[in-house]
């Protein structure tokens, strides 16, 4: 199996003694709002996946460029048509399988949690806990193909465009709970300055593996064995832990809350 370097330092000094093939460029996009794995600022991509997926394909000889390009859908869709190469950091299920290639192992974990407003009485023990209740996801957002499949038959799911908007659709009472990445929701309930409105249920929904997924149109699809070497090589987890602490403070930094007491509703 072939070994590549993990820290930046030492990626960059190889890419710039690789060959003119490695001047090549892939694009990519990730979801916008999945702090601290990926999220949009400014118009640029950050994140851990974001990162990560730079690094893999770098290794691979390639630069790949992650894009901001709206909304997680319309990422999907556009690898979908090929005129994206590269989806970082998402959840497998078999609607995607359709049109893209599943790089594995996968490179991070998530797992997926329920946020319901501070006076809520809802529990979660049983996906039945969820039967009637009216639960915001993102749209095109997955949480991997059981979590899907249960939500689908226990919940009246709700598609937003963002998990910003499902959190104050949920804060005004018109839904009754709001599925989103565990740390992806604090984060972003600090950033609304809204950690006092909402709250998280202790229990969650399941973790599952995030995967880089490559268009099926794309000539890229050859370079899936080279970016799961990368993604199994000693040290990726060390790695990934660091890279995860790293960027969960630059957002923090990058989104402070709002002034004491103003929840951005």
């Not at 794995?37 to 997926?53: I, K, L, T, Y």
């Not at 190469?85 to 995607?96: I, K, S, T």
């Not at 950690?195 to 997924?213: F, I, S």
Request: proline share 6%.
């Amino acid at each position: 199996m072939t070994r590549f370097c993990l820290l930046p330092a030492l990626c960059l000094s190889a890419l710039m003694a690789a060959p003119a093939h490695g001047e090549q460029r892939l694009r990519a996009c990730a979801h916008p709002a999945a702090q601290p794995m990926s999220w949009e600022q400014q118009g640029r991509m950050h994140g851990v996946c974001v990162e990560m997926a730079r690094r893999a394909f770098a290794a691979a000889g390639w630069t790949l460029e992650v894009e901001a390009v709206g909304p997680w859908a319309r990422c999907q869709a556009l690898v979908e048509r090929g005129d994206v190469d590269v989806m970082a950091c998402a959840f497998d299920n078999p609607r995607r399988r359709e049109y893209a290639w599943v790089v594995e192992p996968a490179m991070a974990r998530n797992e997926a949690a329920l946020f319901v407003r501070r006076d809520s009485p809802l529990r979660f023990d049983s996906w039945n806990d969820l039967a009637g209740l009216r639960v915001g996801v993102g749209r095109g957002v997955s949480f991997g193909a059981e979590v899907d499949r249960q939500l689908a038959q226990h919940a009246q799911v709700d598609n937003a465009l963002s998990e910003d908007l499902n959190l104050r659709k949920l804060m005004l009472g018109r839904l009754d709970a709001v599925v989103t990445a565990r740390e992806a929701g604090l984060q972003l309930l600090r950033a609304l300055g809204c950690e006092q409105e909402v709250r998280m249920l202790p229990r969650g929904l399941g973790a599952d593996g995030l995967h880089l997924l490559i268009s099926r149109r794309s000539p890229a699809s050859s370079l899936a064995p080279q970016v799961a070497d990368y993604l199994q090589q000693p040290g990726y987890a060390a790695a990934l832990q660091q890279l995860q602490r790293q960027q969960a403070q630059v957002y923090r930094d990058q989104n402070p809350p709002p002034v004491a007491g103003k929840c951005a509703r």
